[in-house]
Structures are given as C-alpha cells and as structure tokens.
C-alpha cells in the first residue's frame, strides 16, 4: 500500500508541477486570466491575482507533495484544486459550454479532462488519508506511519523530476521545431 501511495503521490507532483509550470512558460498572465473569466466563478476585479496565484500554488503544492514537505495539507490542496476544476468543468460540460480549459496549452474542455480532474482528485485524497509519508523530508501534521526506507525510495522522485524535465524539453524543442519549418515555408512562398 505504501508503494501505490507515493506512486499517486509523485504523480500528483509531477502534474501539478508539469501544469502550473506550463501556465507560467506559456501564454501569460493574460491568457490565462482570459481563460478563467470562462468560467464565470471569479468576479473580474480577482482574475488577474488568481492568474498570477494558481500556478505558483500548483507547483509548489507539487514540490511539497514530490518532497514530502507538509504532505498531509499538499495533498488536501491537490485535492480541493483537482476537486474544483472537475466540478466547474463538469457544470459548464453539462450546458453545452465549450472553451479553452487554461491548463497551459490549448486544450478544449472534455469529460476526459473531468475524469483525469476526479483520478487525480480521488488519488489526493488516498495520499491525504494513508500513511505516504515514505522519502518525506518533513511530513508534517497527520502523515502517518513510515513503513519504507527512505534511501531505498530516492530514486523515485528523482526519477519522476527527472522524466518531468525532459518531457518539458521534448515539448518546447517539438515547438520550436515547428515554428522553423513554418518560417521555412513561408520565406518560399511567393506573394
């Protein structure tokens, strides 16, 4: 059991940093303040500090989940954030809405998008209920019991940054990839 839940546990981490740290990379404040006026459940005068906010607390809640620090009120975070995104995207599915779903990319919102939000919500609530507090650098209130090493666990995390970074990398180089060969295109088109 320990073993699934630092493996929910990292794979919180690595969403919730690969996503806040698409919103920070990519699009914008604006954009992203844009795509959160969609859906209708911040007043105008708080979507530009919400836009700057979510994506920070996203990353660090993941760090803190990947590190172990504070991972009982992490995983409670993860879990109201995921929780939240799957009701509202639900609600706006269920009238026919279709929109940008502001995850960093430019992804439409889905039922697919609804039940990754609700696994990984589901997946929040296990590491905040089990003893996952394996590799936990402080693991703060309420964690539990340690039943693996930590020494024998290093590589998980590591690995799992490890994988975050690199699929980062391969998806910025794949973009800028595309924007050559699209300058290429069009230097040879004749106006």
């Not at 698409?22 to 911040?42: F, H, S």
């Not at 090493?149 to 799992?160: I, K, M, N, Q, R």
């Amino acid at each position: 059991m320990i073993y699934l839940l630092l493996g929910f546990r990292w794979l919180l981490a690595a969403v919730l940093v690969t996503f806040g740290g698409r919103k920070l990379l990519t699009g914008g404040i604006d954009q992203l303040a844009a795509d959160m006026a969609n859906y209708r459940v911040l007043p105008d005068s708080m979507l530009r500090s919400a836009a700057i906010t979510l994506p920070w607390v996203e990353v660090a809640t993941g760090l803190c989940l990947a590190l172990g620090i504070l991972l009982v009120p992490a995983s409670v975070c993860a879990g109201a954030l995921l929780g939240g995104f799957t009701v509202v995207i639900a609600w706006h599915l269920s009238r026919g809405h279709q929109f940008r779903c502001g995850c960093g990319d430019d992804e439409t919102i889905s039922w697919i998008i609804v039940a990754r939000d609700l696994a990984l919500c589901v997946a929040a609530v296990m590491v905040a209920a089990g003893p996952s507090a394996g590799l936990a650098i402080w693991a703060g209130w309420g964690a539990g019991h340690v039943s693996a090493s930590a020494g024998t666990l290093l590589p998980v995390p590591l690995l799992t940054i490890l994988i975050v970074v690199f699929a980062r990398i391969v998806v910025v180089d794949r973009r800028l990839q595309a924007t050559r060969s699209t300058d290429k295109r069009s230097r040879w088109t004749v106006a």
